[in-house]
Nanobody, 122 residues
């Protein structure tokens, strides 16, 4: 089974940038679709972005369009989330997930990372 490990989360001021990484291991063919979700305290886990290995599909939540960019290094089996112009409302634990099709629902993914905390100060 695939193991996903997120990294890169930290405290950052509003307007700043961060790049999150999600390294996959244990199954190179289980990550045809990779996604990022986030969950703030007291809130449901929400979709952020997703893409496919082939590049045939890329999806962004409306709340992050124009600010966040998802990308992948297939040789390293790693997916990234470049976050620019960060806002306090972006504060959450960010999770990566692996599946076969890029979708926006949590039910579409079986493998999840442990999450990395992103805190944006005002």
């Amino acid at each position: 089974q695939v193991r996903l490990v997120e990294s890169g989360g930290r405290l950052v001021q509003a307007g700043g940038s961060l790049r999150l990484s999600c390294a996959a291991s244990g199954c190179t063919f289980c990550t045809s679709a990779m996604s990022w979700f986030r969950q703030a305290p007291g809130k449901e886990r929400e979709f952020v972005a997703a893409n496919t290995w082939s590049g045939s599909s890329t999806i962004y939540a409306d709340s992050v369009k124009g600010r966040f960019t998802i990308s992948r290094d297939n040789a390293k089996n790693t997916v990234y989330l470049q976050m620019n112009s960060l806002k306090p409302e972006d504060t959450a634990v960010y999770y990566c997930a692996a599946g076969t099709v890029a979708v926006t629902s949590t039910s579409g993914y079986k493998n999840w990372g442990q999450g990395t905390q992103v805190t944006v100060s005002s």
